[in-house]
């Protein structure tokens, strides 16, 4: 069966900091990669995703992931944070076989102003 | 468009009680799903459906039934709640690969 571990389950970060979150998988196919960020009291929403190509892909609001096959990792940053990313972030992969996401337990990001 | 939405927002139960949950979405999408959100847990696949009339169960069936007998609705039934089902119960509908989520619904049984 397909895991996805975050390693971190809560982060602090002051603004300005840098961040980076990550992420690694246990399926040894083919995978869709994705980064999802949930703001509070909100639903999820699509950060970035990875299919195929270049594996350091750009997403919204300043983040960016980089896709290493070889460590199974999908590992998701941004330079300098601010507070209105203050959020949890799940990371999750596809398999089309299997028609579903599998989710990782997600990070909590706290941004102190 | 709406895009994918939930009723309700916010739910109490007692032990036993039943309820359904109603997903709604307008992208005309083929595969719709319920997830149950838990702290540190990420999101677990409940139940989902390939199409009109289809379902399939997914990683935590036990305790929710599903149905989709048009293609734009997709419910989710508790039909003897319990407390361990206490969570916050997301609806996506998907395209390609990518999935939409609606705003959640919030339960609690008590």
């Known amino acids: 069966a397909q895991s996805v571990s975050q390693h971190n389950h809560h982060v602090i970060l002051s603004e300005a900091a840098s961040l980076e979150l990550g992420c690694n998988y246990s399926?040894?196919?083919?995978?869709?990669l994705f980064w999802y960020v949930q703001y509070p009291g909100q639903h999820l929403q699509l950060l970035l995703k990875?299919?195929?190509?270049?594996?350091l892909v750009k997403g919204i609001k300043g983040f960016e992931a980089e896709f290493i096959k070889s460590k199974f990792s999908f590992n998701l940053r941004k330079p300098s944070v601010q507070w209105s990313d203050t959020a949890e972030y799940f990371c999750?992969?596809?398999?089309?076989?299997?028609?579903?996401?599998?989710f990782g337990g997600g990070t909590r990001v706290l941004v102190k102003p | 468009n709406a895009g994918v939405t939930q009723t309700p927002k916010f739910r109490v139960l007692k032990t036993g009680q039943s309820m359904t949950l109603l997903c709604a979405q307008d992208?005309?999408?083929?595969?719709m799903y319920w997830y149950r959100q838990d702290p540190g847990m990420g999101l677990r696949l409940i139940h989902y459906?390939?199409?009109?009339?289809?379902?399939a169960k997914g990683e935590v069936p036990d305790g929710y039934n599903v149905s989709r007998l048009k293609k734009q609705n997709f419910l989710l039934g508790l039909e003897s709640a319990a407390p361990s089902q206490t969570s916050v119960y997301f609806c996506?509908?998907?395209?390609?690969?990518?999935?939409?989520f609606g705003p959640g619904t919030r339960l609690t049984v008590t």
């Open positions: 399926y040894g196919g083919t995978v869709n």
């Open positions: 992208m005309n999408h083929e595969y």
């Open positions: 999750a992969i596809y398999r089309a076989a299997g028609n579903k996401l599998t």
């Open positions: 996506a509908s998907k395209r390609d690969y990518e999935q939409y």
């Open positions: 990875y299919f195929s190509g270049d594996p």
């Open positions: 459906s390939v199409g009109e009339g289809t379902t």
